[in-house]
């Protein structure tokens, strides 16, 4: 099973009523093509469109780094993100400089003191 946003389970759940009997795929239209057009409306959206190093591939360092930083334990962003080793989950996670400052903190019995 995997785990999912009550949001996208209610979607996937709304789309399963609607398909058809012999339809086995919840998205049948959604072709490579048809993905990559998305792609691009959404990079155009987000006024990233000349940004040749964004890619869609990008969002899995959104998804990890966004994890880690509200303390999302290694071993659960792995499972959630199909990685196999914890090293590829470290080279998709960065925490930001403040958190770095709140650990060592909590280190001294300072929890909660900027």
């Known amino acids: 099973m995997v785990p999912l946003t009550d949001r996208l389970a209610e979607i996937i759940k709304e789309r399963r009523k609607a ?14 093509d048809r993905a990559d057009y998305f792609w691009q409306l959404a990079r155009k959206a987000l006024k990233l469109e000349d940004d040749k ?18 303390g999302v334990g290694l ?3 792995r499972e959630l993100g199909g990685w196999k080793t914890l090293e590829m989950v470290l080279r998709y ?22």
């Open 19 to 32: 398909r058809q009997a012999d339809e086995k795929l919840v998205w049948p239209e959604v072709t490579a």
């Open 53 to 70: 190093d964004f890619a869609i591939h990008a969002c899995r360092h959104t998804f990890a780094s966004r994890l880690a930083q509200q």
């Open 75 to 77: 071993t659960v962003i």
């Open 93 to 114: 996670s960065h925490l930001i400089p403040q958190q770095k400052e709140d650990a060592i903190r909590r280190m001294q019995g300072k929890v909660g003191v900027a």
